[in-house]
């Protein structure tokens, strides 16, 4: 685009010069447009990186929030625990209790015990191994909902990449877009002031020049 260079010097009306000073400061409002179109296009540019970074952000504060409360149900699940472990020796006591009660020291190994006995110890035996069963699980799904909580933080920080990229992108187009806008502005204060000037000059020539000008008395 042109958008320098020299004006030509103020000429008369209907010469080659005044419409070639014509053309030049047409031009000049043309690169004006060309200007704020560029301009426009880089803020285009720059408010559609700041929406998507926008967006990303939005994502990562769901995935974080997702993340803590598998955190907090990891944990509440590993509370539960501790009481299954009470019960657990608490059943192991009464397991001792009662195989000592029927089977005191210095009891003939092969002496056979009562039926009850056998089927209350067997009973207890049972809820010991569903009980420990029980505390495998819970583990086992705290693990995996600690995994998916570090599952999430990871992409978090993927996005956080990503975050930063368009940020930056966003800022680089809008300086991009500030450089254009203030050439514009220049070369319309340039413009505006080549206006003038033509529109005094053409104004001081007179109309006919044949017409010699009034003469004072």
Not at 51 to 56: D, E, F, G, I
Request: charged share 30%; glycine share 4%.
């Amino acid at each position: 685009m042109a958008s320098g260079g020299t004006p030509p010097d103020a000429p008369g009306p209907g010469t080659p010069l005044a419409a070639r000073r014509s053309r030049w400061i047409g031009q000049q409002y043309a690169d004006i447009t060309k200007l704020r179109e560029h301009a426009a296009r880089h803020d285009r540019a720059s408010a559609r990186a700041q929406q998507r970074a926008a967006r990303l952000n939005t994502r990562i504060e769901k995935l974080r929030h997702q993340a803590t409360l598998l955190r907090e149900k990891g944990q509440r699940v590993l509370a539960e625990i501790p009481e299954l472990e009470q019960q657990i020796k608490q059943h192991d006591r009464d397991i001792n209790a009662s195989t000592n009660l029927h089977n005191p020291p210095g009891t003939p190994p092969g002496q056979a015990r009562p039926v009850a006995l056998t089927s209350d110890v067997t009973s207890l035996h049972y809820r010991v191994r569903k009980l420990q069963q029980k505390v495998v699980d819970k583990q086992q799904k705290s693990r995996h909902l600690e995994l998916r909580a570090a599952q999430k933080t990871q992409k978090t920080a993927e996005l956080k990449v990503k975050v930063d990229r368009y940020t930056e992108a966003a800022r680089l187009e809008e300086q991009e877009a500030n450089a254009y806008r203030q050439r514009a502005d220049r070369l319309q204060a340039v413009s505006e002031n080549d206006v003038a000037s033509h529109l005094t000059s053409t104004a001081s020539v007179p109309t006919n020049p044949s017409e010699e000008p009034p003469r004072l008395p």
